[in-house]
């Protein structure tokens, strides 16, 4: 099969081997919390002060973690792909951004953070998304740039876009789970894209893929990168 464009889908999978913990693990909570209790509006609008401090431990941590051989590969893809090359994670992480930034440094490699990213902070106010390292305050105007549930994903128009003209999609680390997410397969398959799963376990969406690989990200990935740049 000649392909040409690559879209890729990441989810919190691609970065468990960092460090970092997956959503839905074997507990059912997220560091230690239900995801309504922290990851939506309303949690927000009752409780900022404890939704600021989950958040800010989440960005204190990404001190602590980096790129791990799955990020690293799909920089090199991005690097090194002939086509067009999307990569799309739900991650809220930095850790593509860094593996990008150490392979194609000086590029302005668009990698679309679809959930939105720990890095940044939007004014309540305004809507202005600004860098953000440091720790936000309960009570001041800047809530983390995070896609709550119940808010609209980031870009969903040039994602569509890709993913009608996609050759081929790939999901990385992903349950299935999450909706729109969670549907990209479906659409990419419409689109007459080669889909295929590279996850620790078969994910809800299983059945869409046309390929399958099972086991971790730090192992398929790399692998997979291999076969491709080898076409
Ligand atoms: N290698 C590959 N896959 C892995 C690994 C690994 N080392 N470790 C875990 N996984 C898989 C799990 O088997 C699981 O299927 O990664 C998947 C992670 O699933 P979730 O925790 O549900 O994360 P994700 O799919 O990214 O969640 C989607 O849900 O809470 C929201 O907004 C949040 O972006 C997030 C969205």
Redesign the pocket.
């Given at each position: 099969m000649d392909i040409h464009n690559i879209v890729v889908l990441t989810?919190?999978?691609?970065s468990?081997?960092s460090g970092l913990a997956?959503?839905?693990?074997a507990d059912g909570l997220?560091c230690g919390h239900k995801?309504e209790e922290v990851?939506t509006p309303e949690a927000y609008a009752e409780n900022p002060g404890l939704v600021q401090a989950f958040y800010n431990a989440r960005r204190r941590q990404l001190r602590e973690v980096a790129p791990n051989a799955a990020h690293h590969a799909l920089a090199e893809l991005a690097a090194r792909w002939h086509g067009n090359f999307l990569l799309v994670t739900?991650?809220?992480d930095d850790l593509h951004d860094r593996a990008l930034a150490q392979t194609m440094p000086g590029h302005g490699f668009r990698l679309i953070h679809m959930?939105g990213e720990l890095t940044k902070a939007r004014c309540n106010q305004t809507g202005h998304v600004r860098e953000c390292h440091e720790d936000l305050p309960a009570d001041g105007n800047w809530r983390p740039h995070i896609?709550w549930f119940g808010e609209m994903p980031l870009e969903m128009d040039s994602i569509s876009r890709a993913l009608r003209q996609a050759d081929l999609f790939l999901s990385?680390?992903?349950?299935?789970?999450?909706y729109p997410?969670a549907g990209f397969v479906a659409e990419a398959r419409a689109a007459g894209a080669h889909t295929v799963e590279?996850?620790?376990?078969p994910?809800l969406g299983m059945s869409f893929f046309a390929e399958r690989r099972y086991g971790?990200?730090?192992e398929h990935v790399p692998a997979f990168v291999a076969e491709l740049l080898q076409r």
């Open positions: 989810g919190a999978g691609i468990a081997e997956t959503f839905r693990g997220w995801v990851a739900q991650n809220v959930h896609v990385i680390g992903t349950s299935g789970n999450v997410a590279l996850n620790l376990e994910s971790r990200a730090t």
